[in-house]
């Protein structure tokens, strides 16, 4: 059986982009990488992989502008965090299953949040085993966990600790993880929270990438 068969093709990419970049000082998905802005860069690299792909956004409209090929779906509760974004696209989209994707984790790779997805079988969540992680919401979710989700919200619990304490979660470690790609996962999971965070990330593109003459 291969990767793909593997998993349900009931599932979808959805990239969180409704943050407010407070430490940034600025729209991350809207920052240079590379020859193109991150939110492109992040489309472009998992299209090939993904039959669809979301955006979880503020507004319907953000980032029209960009004409990418994808479906915008706007929060439905404003000023709730991440958590929002996992129940406003788990509720909208029309897939079973999605990974989301923060759009200020660059580096992850597609076969890691594949491998995430098809450790997800029965379960609402299925994540990496890892204290560093646990507020990082890159996870793969299944329709199964709105209800608990939906709690939280309403109860203002907005940590993802909490949610995996109501919902039926799996796990894959990091070892695993390495099996399918060779970008280590402290790499992969490494975020973009200040202008340092930022010049690193674009060092790093800089050797993986290096500008077309």
């Known amino acids: 059986m291969t990767r793909q068969e593997g998993i349900s093709m ?10 407010s970049s407070r430490r940034m000082g600025t729209d991350k998905a809207l920052l240079p990488f590379g020859e193109e802005c991150l939110l492109t860069y992040l489309v472009k690299k998992y299209q090939p992989y993904f039959p669809k792909i979301y955006l979880s956004v503020k507004t319907r409209g953000d980032y029209a502008s960009l004409s ?3 479906t915008e779906i706007p929060d439905l509760y404003p000023n709730a965090g991440p958590m929002s974004g996992v129940f406003s696209g788990l509720a909208m989209m029309d897939e079973e299953q999605a990974f989301f994707l923060p759009i200020d984790i660059p ?22 085993a890892e204290e560093n ?10 329709k199964g966990c709105i209800p608990s989700i939906g709690k939280c919200l309403l109860l203002h619990q ?9 919902c ?13 790609t060779k970008t280590p996962p402290d790499v992969q999971f490494a975020h973009l929270d200040t202008r340092t965070d930022y010049y690193q990330a674009l060092r790093h ?5 290096p500008p077309k003459h």
């Open 68 to 70: 990418l090929p994808v």
């Open 10 to 19: 009931e599932h979808a990419l959805i990239i969180l982009c409704g943050g």
């Open 107 to 128: 580096f992850l790779e597609p076969q890691t949040a594949l491998t995430l997805l098809e450790g997800l079988s029965d379960s609402d969540i299925c994540t990496v």
């Open 168 to 180: 039926s979660v799996s796990y894959r470690t990091k070892e695993e993880l390495s099996e399918n």
């Open 158 to 166: 907005f940590t993802f600790q909490t949610l995996r304490e109501k």
């Open 205 to 209: 593109l800089h050797c993986i990438c």
């Open 133 to 142: 992680y646990e507020e990082i919401p890159a996870a793969a979710y299944s």
